[in-house]
């Protein structure tokens, strides 16, 4: 299982939704994102990584945050219809977790399928809420869930969203040592999405 060592068609009807909102599939605000809006607190940014020359090319490009260090993954690890393209590490800016990039091939599968699919590959996951944004002119879905560590011996939140593009889906998970550090992480895991733009 992938998460043990670790861890285009664009989503339509969404067209309420402004820059960075979050939005459930019928086009309502989420309640997740209405109650908590964790992520949603500034991360300063600490430059831009998925363009040719970045420490990691992909097929979209978003802001790291500040100390985070970025570099291509060298494990062949998949994860449902998705691979591992770059790890972000936070241990430099004080954290203990990663910020993940997984990408596909190109296909019809939207991003709530490709989620879903990413999702269910992983073992002891339960209480998945899932809700729609946009970013950059992209659509996408983004699900905030609990995974339990048999390795901790405890549940912790991890979070990812996904979007598809031309050149295929991508996915963005932040899992973290426990729910603590995750939410820690929230920031700049918000800031990805938030500045998130087609490579």
């Not at 970013?135 to 939140?157: I, N, W």
């Amino acid at each position: 299982m992938a998460h043990a060592a670790l861890p285009a068609g664009v989503l339509t009807g969404c067209s309420e939704a402004g820059e960075g909102d979050d939005f459930t599939t019928s086009g309502r605000p989420s309640a997740t994102a209405e109650t908590s809006g964790r992520d949603r607190t500034a991360a300063s940014s600490g430059g831009t990584i998925g363009a040719a020359g970045s420490a990691c090319e992909l097929p979209v490009t978003f802001d790291v945050a500040k100390s985070w260090k970025a570099e291509t993954a060298k494990a062949p690890l998949s994860q449902g219809p998705v691979t591992l393209a770059c790890e972000i590490d936070a241990r430099p800016a004080g954290s203990i977790g990663f910020l993940r990039v997984w990408t596909g091939r190109s296909g019809d599968a939207d991003a709530r399928t490709v989620l879903e699919a990413f999702v269910a590959a992983e073992d002891g996951v339960s209480k998945e809420t899932y809700s729609a944004f946009r970013s950059g002119g992209l659509s996408g879905t983004k699900v905030e869930y609990l995974y339990a560590s048999e390795l901790l011996d405890e549940t912790k939140e991890e979070s990812a969203f996904a979007v598809t593009t031309a050149e295929g889906p991508v996915v963005v998970h932040l899992g973290g040592l426990d729910t603590e550090e995750h939410e820690e992480m929230l920031p700049a895991y918000g800031l990805a999405r938030r500045t998130l733009r087609v490579g």
